[in-house]
Structure formats: C-alpha cells, structure tokens
C-alpha cells in the first residue's frame, strides 16, 4: 500500500501562484511515478502533469505547459505542483496519483481544493 496526502490547496485569485505538495508514504518503491489530476464537479477527471521517480521525467497537460511544474524530492518522498498565473478555470480539487510499474493508477490522496477567484 501507498499512502498518499495532498496539501497547499486553497483560495487565490487570478494571477496568484500556489504550491500543493503531495507526500507519498508506504511501499513507494512499486511506484513508477507521480501523476497529478484534478476535477471539477460534472467534468471528467483531467490530466495535469506527472514525474518519474527514477530520473525525473515529466509530462504536462499541452494546455497547462509554461504555467505549471512538477518537481520531486525523493528523499521525502514528496512530488509538488507549481501553480503560477492561476486563473479561474483551474478551480478545481486536485489529486495526485502513485503510478505503479504496470501503469496503473493504484494509489490516490483525498484531494487538495483550489479556488481561483477572478
């Protein structure tokens, strides 16, 4: 099992930056990497960016590259999102996800609620 706990989320308002951290804890070596969601209410659950543990690859949402960045820190065992320029449509509750080796989504964390005002 991995347990994973959000946190940094909050209310801002356009043009504001934040930092949500998510710390992993548990059997973290079956996972492959990191990835980041988030959900607003009646959307699908979309895509934010993801990082390797091993040499620390990422991948970002097209959308969202030059805003948003992924960054690791293996010695605590914590992955960050930096948010900059937010704008009110990145409202929304933020997960991250531990990523095993078969590339599955096995493990996720309560969640983190942004809210952008305008």
């Known amino acids: 099992q991995v347990q994973l706990v959000e946190s940094g989320g909050g209310l801002v308002q356009a043009g504001d930056s934040l930092r949500l951290s998510c710390a992993a804890s548990?059997?973290?070596?079956?996972?492959?990497?990191m990835v980041w969601f988030r959900q607003t209410p009646g959307k699908e659950r979309e895509f934010v960016a993801a990082?390797?543990?091993?040499?620390?690859?990422?991948n970002y949402a097209r959308s969202l590259k030059g805003r948003f960045t992924i960054s690791k820190d293996n010695a605590k065992n914590t992955v960050y999102l930096q948010m900059n320029s937010l704008k009110p449509e990145d409202t929304a509750v933020y997960y991250c996800?531990?990523?095993?080796?078969?590339?599955?989504?096995?493990?996720w964390g309560q969640g983190t609620q942004v809210t952008v005002s305008s």
């Open positions: 996800a531990a990523e095993t080796f078969t590339g599955t989504y096995a493990y």
């Open positions: 548990g059997r973290t070596f079956s996972s492959n990497a």
């Open positions: 990082i390797r543990w091993s040499d620390g690859w990422t």
